[in-house]
């Protein structure tokens, strides 16, 4: 967090320094897409809070957690790939969960499925670029976001 | 008093309406689990709005800065090493959900990106995305993201020559629907 406030301060700065217009411009954009978003932020606050009401974190941790078995993997990359959650959701809730017990490792597996992997999508992609080969990425990709998930859990 | 409750029915704060029902009522009844759940919704609702309205600053700056046309310009520049740069680079500056990308590789196609490169792109569209990044590093920190960056990178150039490699002679075509 730290690091990406002060980012986005020597950002802000820099961009003032060379053109002013470009700057309101650029976070008149940020602000109005934040607006955007915020019901639905606060949406999945609310029931991320009632959610870790009915599951206490020992049960998320064991189920989820850092030593959590194969079972707990394997959900959360078969949920990333039947899921459409837009990544202004889904990070914010990435981070609650890792602060409630849940392992790296699920997180990126299950992060790296919902924006490889399209289940529900699959009818669109098939448009593009025909069945057979919308299939091959999406089982290509979800085998691609299981290796991801296993090579981070060895290192966090 | 109908037309009020209907109103109120099709904003999208609906449930934040209902929710700041539910702990009023709670409080009134001494109902003790909503102090909880209160708890836990304070907690991140507080960490949220003094940290994502900064985010969305920098997403905005960033879009400003760096427009995606510029680098357009350079696709189908051939399929080496030089073409791959490119390519993931555009995917870096978009915005977006996976079907959104979709379109774009059909663009890309007809401006005559090759079949590794149109995957390659996807892969990069959905996993390296800048805005994706920020919040990535905001929520998860920046170990993880530069790890899984670094490990994502290259699993998805791998699908993009398996894909090249079994569609070569097979008359294989990016079709508009």
Known sequence: MKFLLGLTFVSLVLSLFFDKNKTILGVKKGIKMFIGLLPAILNVLILVSVFLYLVPKETLSNLLGKNSGVTGFVIAALLGSVSLIPMYITYPLAGILLKSGVSYRVLAVFITTLMMVGVLTLPLESKYFGWKVAVLRNVLSFIGAIIVGLIIGLFL | ?177
Not at chain 2, 2 to 10: F, G, V, Y
Not at chain 2, 41 to 68: A, H, Q, R, Y
Not at chain 2, 126 to 150: D, H
């Open chain 2, 1 to 177: 008093m109908k037309k009020i409750i209907l109103k109120i029915a099709e904003t999208e704060y609906i449930l934040v309406i209902l929710f700041g029902l539910f702990i009023l009522i709670s409080r009134i009844f001494n109902f003790a689990p909503s102090k909880i759940i209160q708890d836990n919704f304070c907690l991140f609702f507080v960490e949220m709005i003094t940290f994502l309205p900064f985010m969305f600053i920098l997403i905005g700056l960033f879009d400003v800065w760096f427009p995606k046309e510029k680098v357009e310009k350079h696709i189908g520049e051939g399929s080496g090493v030089k073409g791959i740069f490119w390519v993931i680079l555009l995917a870096m500056l978009q915005a977006g959900p996976l079907y959104g990308a979709f379109p774009v590789a059909y663009l890309l196609w007809k401006k005559g990106a090759s079949i590794k490169n149109i995957f390659i792109y996807l892969g990069a569209f959905s996993t390296l995305k800048i805005p994706m990044l920020t919040f990535e590093i905001g929520f998860l920190g920046l170990k993880f993201s530069l790890l899984r960056t670094l490990v994502t990178l290259p699993v998805f150039i791998l699908i993009g020559y398996i894909m090249e490699t079994y569609l070569k002679n097979k008359n294989f075509e990016v079709k508009q629907p």
